[in-house]
């Protein structure tokens, strides 16, 4: 059984920047591919940001350019670094993952879940 635990999340105003952190524990191997996604209430789960075992990334067109997601296989860690932050990402965050090395922003593909970390951007 794979734990992911994010952590990172806060409020911040709109132009900050905010780093978010997912410990994973259990048989996770690299060859996981991991996931940012986010919701908010109301809303369908949004896929944000994946990358792969070797370091291949996804990302959606809304966060192009002011997001970047990172993995250390060794220390089973993902990282998502928001930068220039709007209004619009505020929600709550979670980490996934699933087997398999293809990138993916669909979530019914991934079997791995946190609790979430909320993120809060005021204007």
């Known amino acids: 059984e794979v734990q992911l635990v994010e952590s990172g999340g806060g409020s911040v105003q709109a132009g900050g920047s905010l780093s978010l952190s997912c410990a994973a524990s259990?048989?996770?191997?690299?060859?996981?591919?991991m996931a940012w996604f986010r919701q908010v209430p109301g809303k369908e789960r949004e896929g944000v940001a994946a990358?792969?075992?070797?370091?291949?990334?996804r990302y959606a067109d809304s966060v192009k350019g002011r997001f970047t997601i990172s993995r250390d296989n060794a220390k089973n860690t993902l990282w998502l670094q928001m930068n220039s932050l709007k209004p619009e990402d505020t929600a709550m965050y979670y980490c996934?993952?699933?087997?398999?090395?293809?990138?993916?922003?669909?979530?019914?593909?991934?079997?791995?879940w946190g609790q979430g970390t909320q993120v809060t951007v005021s204007s």
């Open positions: 259990g048989y996770l191997t690299s060859r996981y591919c």
């Open positions: 996934a993952a699933k087997t398999g090395l293809a990138t993916s922003l669909v979530s019914y593909e991934y079997k791995y």
């Open positions: 990358i792969d075992a070797y370091g291949r990334t």
